[in-house]
Nanobody, 121 residues
Framework: QVQLVESGGGLVQPGGSLRLSCVAS????????MGWYRQAPGKQRELVAT???????NYADSVKGWYTISRDNDKNTEYLQMNSLKHEEPAVYYC???????????????WGKGNKVTVSS
């Protein structure tokens, strides 16, 4: 069984920073692209950032310059550093990873359970 476990969310004041982490565990054969998505109440889930195994990154326009995605391939972990957070409605941040497990022919997309981030004074 494979799972993604996020951590690091919570309440932060406007202008503050948070760092999210996501660890992939299980019988993983290969771990390729990873990413972060977020979903606010009543809205669709949206892309925040992605990172390839080689470290190439892609960001939503709304977070460029404020958020940084990174990963540690040895630890099967990705991170999202969020700086200068703005006061906005709470959102749940989801970790995503393309993984191939042992014994499977193809890889597929996996999701974490989500981690809530609230920016409020």
């Amino acid at each position: 069984q494979v799972q993604l476990v996020e951590s690091g969310g919570g309440l932060v004041q406007p202008g503050g920073s948070l760092r999210l982490s996501c660890v992939a565990s299980g019988i993983i054969f290969s771990l390729s692209d990873m990413g972060w998505y977020r979903q606010a109440p009543g809205k669709q889930r949206e892309l925040v950032a992605t990172i390839t195994r080689g470290g190439s990154t892609n960001y939503a326009d709304s977070v460029k310059g404020w958020y940084t995605i990174s990963r540690d391939n040895d630890k099967n972990t990705e991170y999202l550093q969020m700086n200068s957070l703005k006061h906005e409605e709470p959102a749940v941040y989801y970790c995503n990873a393309e993984m191939k497990i042992m014994g499977s022919v193809r890889g597929r997309s996996y999701w974490g359970k989500g981690n809530k981030v609230t920016v409020s004074s």
